[in-house]
């Protein structure tokens, strides 16, 4: 049996950043789970600059240069003291770094992984949102899977959103 919400965080002040390529379902899950976890979700989308959403709709994919302060605006959110679920990319290793950096304590990352194709699917779907399809396969030229010893979950997204839910509570709980 899954531990309720409250029964999880009475551990540990959570810091959970569920992390991957745009349409991968980082909002998602990240909701699903906060909700699951009585946390508060943050959507890392809400935290880019705005010159950053102005370039992604253009088409154009963001250099290292546009990602340090949304990295460490995403790091700082975490800092806060609150347990939390953030949705954000930190495709990199070093991007991870900056946000372990930023957020003053440890950060858990919830990686969903899947194939080009089927996210390519997802994202011909989706819509209200600024991030281009034709940018699926930069975040992916940028993608650098987690090792392991970032002790990061790494979540299968071909299945429910239930049971990645289900696999990550029982992951933190253990």
């Not at 390529?21 to 009585?38: F, I, P, Q, W």
């Not at 957020?103 to 990352?109: D, S, W």
């Amino acid at each position: 049996m899954l531990m309720a919400g409250s029964q999880l965080r009475s551990k540990t002040p959570y810091r959970l950043v569920v992390m991957g390529v745009s349409g991968c379902g980082k909002t998602t899950v990240g909701k699903a789970l906060a909700d699951r976890m009585e946390l508060v979700f943050r959507d890392g989308d809400e935290l880019h600059p705005a010159a950053n959403i102005a370039k992604m709709t253009s088409g154009d994919a963001l250099t290292d240069e546009d990602r340090w302060p949304w990295l460490r605006r995403v790091g700082a959110v975490l800092r806060e003291g609150k347990a939390q679920v953030v949705g954000c990319s930190a495709l990199r290793r070093a991007y991870r770094d900056i946000i372990r950096a930023e957020a003053g304590g440890p950060v858990t990352f919830i990686y969903l992984a899947g194939s080009p194709e089927v996210i390519a699917a997802r994202m011909s779907v989706r819509r209200d949102h600024f991030m281009p399809p034709s940018l699926l396969a930069s975040q992916f030229a940028t993608l650098e899977s987690p090792e392991a010893d970032e002790a990061a979950i790494r979540v299968d997204i071909n299945q429910p959103i239930e049971a990645m839910v289900d696999g990550i509570v029982a992951r933190l709980a253990s």
